[in-house]
């Protein structure tokens, strides 16, 4: 019963490093999702999938890049890390229909020196 | 102009009264209305959806929507601390798939 599997959850990292975050999901959602969380900020659309084989930029696109590599993976990339981007990250999947509510990953809290 | 606004409060209420919540969204061709739970640290849980004009009752919490006004709101009855957290109101656009959340509210329920 893993539902929204997010690997890394902590991580460090200095400026200028690249890392992928991970997604996967298991519950056959068509859609996926990519948030950031800042203090008082609530949760910010980074990008989103909306099927298999299509992306699109959310609210804070800039600096970030993703890859939905199949119908389960959906993955976000920082090419060149910067302090403003230290964040909690959270992936998150639906089911197809305007009504399905948005499943959530447990987070990767991201550091950045 | 934010897309999704919310009071970040914090709102204190006693335990037992009925704690109100409210959303305003600038899109007015929105459909879908969601109320998530998060708890400090963890992630958000959903609590109720709504897409109709109208009340929806789930136990101890009623979701309003009222899409003339772009507002929702939640009520929480009998308000329990473990009732306290942030909650954060999300709404689903026009296409369907892009949802914005808005800031969230925090609710403290005193015993």
Redesign the interface.
């Known amino acids: 019963n893993a539902g929204v599997t997010q690997t890394p959850k902590f991580q460090v990292l200095k400026t200028g490093q690249s890392m992928t975050l991970q997604c996967a999901q298991d519950m056959n959602h068509n859609?996926m999702?990519w948030?950031r969380q800042d203090p008082?900020?609530?949760?910010?659309?980074i990008y989103?999938s909306?099927s298999e084989g299509t992306t699109?930029k959310?609210?804070v696109p800039n600096g970030y890049n993703v890859s939905r590599l199949n119908k389960r993976e959906f993955s976000l990339r920082l090419e060149s890390a910067a302090p403003s981007q230290t964040s909690v990250y959270?992936c998150a999947s639906?089911g197809r229909?305007?009504?399905q509510?948005?499943?959530?990953?447990?987070?990767t809290r991201l550091s950045i020196l | 102009q934010k897309e999704v606004e919310q009071n970040s409060g914090p709102l204190s209420v006693p335990e037992g009264a009925i704690a109100s919540l409210n959303c305003t969204y600038s899109d007015r061709g929105s459909q879908s209305f969601f109320w998530y739970r998060q708890y400090s640290g963890k992630s958000p849980e959903l609590i109720m959806f709504i897409y109709s004009n109208g009340d929806k009752e789930d136990g101890r919490f009623t979701a309003q929507l009222n899409k003339a006004s772009q507002y929702v709101s939640l009520l929480i009855r009998d308000s329990q601390p473990s009732d306290s957290a942030t909650y954060l109101c999300a709404v689903r656009n026009t296409g369907g798939f892009k949802t914005i959340f808005g800031a969230g509210t925090r609710l403290f329920v005193k015993a």
């Open positions: 859609s999702y948030y008082g900020m609530g949760l910010r659309l989103y909306a699109d959310g609210e959270f639906s229909g305007g009504d509510p948005q499943h959530f990953g447990d987070g």
